[in-house]
């Protein structure tokens, strides 16, 4: 690791640089650099004359897709924070990878990055590498590319690239407390320990309405085999369509619940990734604070004024994240009330099917198919009992992490 002020390596190997270092800059909103600290300077090679004025770009490396510059941009444009994992260049040809937490402020935008060390962050290495390569080979466009990016984070079980790199931040942040041998942060843990939480939900819910979808199949079969069985109109046939359309009835609910525009769980999953990676990027720019009256520093304006921009953001970005917090708990009561109605609906389901067994033992032997079908309905009754037992518990655990947040009245500072 280098030391403050001691120059870095050039040439293609990895520039390094202190694991406790953070790199500071800001730009215009056509992205010029107007301010940076002496630890961005020294890692890229560049004398202040070079840097200020010139476009961010200038430290770009081709291995980072267009895909992560698309969907930061998409998010900025928005008015809301993004981090993105980076591969940057050096003057010289060398390179190194950071974290970076972006954030829009009046008259362009300000970054904060620290150096990667979990082991997600090897992951990353080889997606980008993959990615660019097919960027390269298929000449994909940016928002195509980005797609492929944001499938890679919903692959994952991840709401939205936002919750992944909320995930993400909270990650590096626990691994470089570890590493620096500090304290850990009771606030970054139960952050994370909240994200992932609203991650295995979000995995669950959409288990939910795939169950139930491939449960609209079964009163199909069991009217087919009805009709080998008796006269239109008779019992089996009778109990087929009201399975039917109760059925129906859940999975449109289940549809609204954690499907289309606006769902419960999008909305909640948004306000909770939204709250975590708001105050990671609090915590990330108060510490750039306090370490910015040491350093050297090149900007358009007097340092102070620079360090009360910096800690301007962190009180925004706390208030903000707290009153996603409280949204997200009302949301989450709202989706545990939601759950118990469905639950309760469900026990109608099960009324249908129980008399759907009783009418294939009157038929015995000469069920026709009847027994598997019913079976099959008990097979998907269970799954979905037990998606919806867990969905109840994990919506109690994010509201306890919610709850016990907002009772502490926590900070980032």
């Not at 202190?18 to 890229?44: C, H, P």
């Not at 660019?132 to 000449?139: D, G, I």
């Not at 990027?281 to 910015?292: D, G, K, P, Q």
């Not at 033992?361 to 919806?388: E, P, V, W, Y």
């Amino acid at each position: 690791m280098t030391k403050m002020g001691q120059p870095a390596l050039r040439g293609t190997n990895e520039v390094p640089f202190a694991l406790e270092e953070l790199f500071y800059s800001r730009t215009d909103t056509r992205g010029v650099i107007q301010s940076g600290n002496e630890i961005f300077r020294r890692t890229a090679g560049f004398e202040w004359s070079e840097m200020i004025g010139a476009p961010h770009k200038i430290v770009r490396h081709p291995d980072t897709p267009r895909a992560v510059f698309r969907v930061l941009w998409d998010a900025l444009k928005k008015g809301y924070p993004m981090g993105a994992y980076v591969k940057n260049k050096a003057k010289g040809g060398g390179w190194y990878w950071v974290f970076a937490v972006v954030m829009p402020i009046e008259g362009g935008y300000l970054s904060v990055r620290l150096k990667p060390t979990s082991e997600l962050s090897d992951e990353i290495h080889q997606l980008y590498r993959d990615l660019s390569a097919r960027e390269r080979a298929e000449s994909l466009d940016p928002e195509e590319s980005a797609t492929l990016l944001r499938d890679f984070a919903e692959r994952g079980g991840y709401s939205s690239y936002t919750a992944f790199m909320a995930y993400a931040l909270a990650l590096e942040l626990t691994e470089r407390d570890r590493r620096l041998n500090r304290n850990a942060d009771e606030n970054t843990r139960m952050l994370a320990e909240l994200n992932t939480a609203m991650g295995r939900l979000t995995k669950e819910q959409f288990g939910l309405l795939r169950s139930f979808e491939a449960l609209q199949s079964v009163p199909n079969n069991m009217r087919i085999v009805a009709s080998r069985l008796e006269p239109s109109g008779g019992p089996v046939s009778a109990i087929s369509e009201n399975y039917k359309a109760s059925s129906a009835v859940i999975s449109e609910r289940l549809r609204k619940f954690v499907a289309g525009r606006g769902n419960l769980c999008g909305q909640m999953a948004f306000q909770v990734a939204r709250a975590v990676f708001q105050l990671g990027c609090a915590r990330v720019l108060n510490e750039m604070s306090t370490n910015f009256m040491g350093e050297e520093v090149q900007n358009d304006q007097p340092r102070e004024e620079e360090r009360a921009l910096l800690q301007s953001l962190v009180t925004k970005g706390t208030a903000d994240a707290n009153a996603a917090m409280r949204q997200a708990a009302e949301l989450a009561d709202d989706m545990m009330n939601q759950s118990r109605d469905i639950r309760r609906q469900l026990l109608g389901l099960d009324t249908i099917r129980v008399l759907g067994r009783v009418e294939c033992g009157r038929m015995r032997d000469a069920n026709g198919g009847l027994a598997a079908t019913i079976d099959q309905l008990d097979s998907f009754h269970d799954d979905i009992k037990g998606r919806l037992e867990a969905i109840l518990a994990l919506s109690e655990e994010i509201e306890h992490w919610l709850g016990r947040y907002l009772r502490a009245g926590r900070s980032a500072a």
